[in-house]
């Protein structure tokens, strides 16, 4: 865990993170131009799936930034996928 400047937290994304992180990607492609509003709740509920089976496998590591005043996690690190042990 690390903390930068007494105010936010870095710390590996938990299952209870998963529909943060959903709401995330689904925000992120939309604001890129890539995702019509009206498939926003289909992305969010797709990758929420996936999340749960990858993080579960130990197969998609995240990390989240957490300010003490926010009931939830406030910003997304870089996701990394870590490819299983039948893949390499």
């Known amino acids: 865990m690390l903390t930068m400047s007494g105010r936010y937290?870095?710390?590996p994304a938990e299952p209870s993170d998963i529909p943060v992180l959903?709401?995330?990607r689904a925000g992120m492609f939309r604001d890129m131009g890539q995702l019509a509003a009206h498939l926003?709740?289909?992305l969010e509920?797709?990758?929420a799936s996936f999340l749960e089976v990858?993080?579960?496998r130990g197969e998609y590591l995240a990390w989240?930034?957490?300010d003490g005043?926010?009931?939830t996690p406030i910003a997304i690190e870089k996701p990394a996928i870590v490819r299983?042990?039948?893949a390499r």
């Open 9 to 11: 937290r870095i710390r």
């Open 22 to 24: 959903a709401r995330h």
């Open 40 to 42: 926003n709740d289909s």
């Open 45 to 47: 509920r797709a990758t």
């Open 54 to 56: 990858a993080m579960a």
């Open 64 to 66: 989240v930034a957490e």
């Open 69 to 71: 005043s926010a009931p």
């Open 84 to 86: 299983s042990e039948s």
